[in-house]
Nanobody, 125 residues
Framework: VRMAEVGGGSVQSGGSLRLSCVVS????????MAWFRQAPGKEREGIAT????????AYVDSVKGRFTINRDTAKNTLYPQMDSLKPEDTAMYSC???????????????????WGQGTQVTVSS
């Protein structure tokens, strides 16, 4: 299973970015999937999860109302749409897939088996 993020970059505060995570190999898009981020000097945090069906999503409080996670099964791609970006959103963003499906997917990174290499997002004030 391979996961590859694209779409990172630099944006001014208040701007938007949409990342993509293309999934390939022997995998199921019906598994739990998630986006994580890690800022310098901070622990990695799960910011958004999406269930195997794509119906159930969950967000960390700091991005609620600004980020939207969705998946396109036909394209084997996971997206976060990130709006109203803030300088504190600056981090390395990574996508991850579990090897199980659930309506309630965890934000605990230890529960995820497959990871992308990450893409940098920098938000300037």
């Amino acid at each position: 299973v391979r996961m590859a993020e694209v779409g990172g970059g630099s944006v001014q505060s208040g701007g938007s970015l949409r990342l993509s995570c293309v999934v390939s190999g022997d995998t199921s898009m019906s598994w739990c999937m998630a986006w994580f981020r890690q800022a310098p000097g901070k622990e990695r945090e799960g910011i958004a999860t999406i269930s195997g069906s794509g119906v159930d999503t969950a967000y960390v409080d700091s991005v609620k109302g600004r980020f939207t996670i969705n998946r396109d099964t036909a394209k084997n791609t996971l997206y976060p749409q990130m709006d109203s970006l803030k300088p504190e959103d600056t981090a390395m963003y990574s996508c991850a897939a579990a090897d199980f499906t659930s309506a309630y997917c965890p934000r605990d990174s230890s529960r995820y088996t497959y990871w992308g290499q990450g893409t940098q997002v920098t938000v300037s004030s």
